[in-house]
């Protein structure tokens, strides 16, 4: 076996050193672009490309989630339609559900039309692989400019314009009364700033409004007292329901009284009919009593009344 040379070693080291760089390269732009991540396939389908082309980006809020592989040319029924392949990466393909809705999107100013996908409600199944998205048509300037109808835009404006005109001749018509009206307004406008008239001293009378500051003052002190007995009353009224009780207590009380008095004026009649019996009735006794001789002479005689002298006064 024939030895290498060192120029050999040193040149088989070298492409050793390039080839592994050259891999090492592959894998960074491939990370960098997506080769190597797991995606899922979806198709789309449009009534036309909308100049979208493949490599063209998928993108969620703005975010690409994916390319477009393949765009080709579908009947479905009697109707052609362009089918769209896309692949999304699986770390998106959660998002894609039964109400997500796919439309071809232009770019403000530079850069090439995209395709882009709404996230779906979870209240809806997910899309399962190679199903399709459902789409939305994406309006052309054609579509617009049917829409906006610029010959009755025209007419509208025309329309503006005559009345315009016409307007203009009407205030010609009428300069003079206008003319006539301003000045009697720059007349009333006059007499208000000298303070004539009734609205001139309403609004320039340096005293009104020297009363109107006064009386505004002597309001918010009322203002300011009625907020004082206001916190008065309040501290005042959770005072008045222990009061209250006791005075109830008290209403309670009195109406026994009251119902005993009541019950016991009843019996009075009775009582008073029992006293006036048994007065007549000692009356009678004694009356008995005395009438016994035996006891009648043992009883002190009655003394006789005399008469009492009276000197008369003599009057001054």
Not at 81 to 108: C, D, F, K, M, W
Not at 274 to 293: F, H, L, Q, S, Y
Not at 298 to 310: D, Q, R, Y
């Amino acid at each position: 076996m024939e030895a290498y040379t060192k120029s050999e070693k040193l040149a088989g080291l070298f492409l050793f050193l390039a080839l592994l760089g050259g891999i090492t390269f592959l894998l960074l732009i491939g990370q960098g672009k997506g080769w190597f991540k797991k995606t899922q396939t979806f198709l789309v389908k449009f009534p036309q490309s909308y100049n979208l082309e493949p490599g063209a980006a998928v993108k969620m809020f703005n975010t690409e989630i994916g390319t477009v592989t393949r765009l080709r040319i579908v009947r479905i029924k009697d109707d052609n339609q362009v089918e769209v392949s896309i692949r999304v990466n699986n770390e998106y393909v959660h998002l894609i559900r039964g109400n997500s809705v796919a439309q071809v999107e232009s770019p403000t100013i530079l850069g090439s039309e995209f395709l882009s996908i709404s996230p779906g409600s979870y209240a809806y199944p997910p899309i399962p692989p190679y199903g399709t998205i459902p789409s939305r048509i994406k309006k052309t300037l054609a579509d617009y400019m049917e829409e906006f109808q610029p010959e009755e835009s025209l007419h509208k404006a025309r329309q503006l314009l005559a009345n315009l005109l016409e307007l203009s001749d009407q205030f010609k018509a009428h300069e003079a009364k206008i003319s006539s009206i301003l000045g009697q307004f720059d007349t009333a406008l006059a007499s208000v700033v000298e303070g004539r008239g009734t609205i001139g001293k309403l609004l320039m009378d340096r005293d009104l409004y020297n009363r109107l500051q006064s009386s505004v003052t002597k309001l918010e002190k009322i203002l300011q007292n009625s907020e004082k007995v206001t916190v008065d009353v309040k501290s005042t009224a959770g005072k008045l329901p222990p009061l209250v009780d006791r005075v109830n207590e008290n209403l309670d009380i009195l109406r026994c009284i009251l119902g005993d008095v009541q019950k016991a004026s009843g019996q009075l009649p009775e009582l008073l009919e029992t006293a006036d019996d048994a007065t007549r009735t000692g009356k009678e006794v004694i009356e008995a009593i005395k009438a016994n001789p035996l006891i009648r002479w043992t009883l002190p005689k009655t003394p006789t009344g005399e008469a009492i002298h009276v000197e008369p006064r003599s009057l001054p």
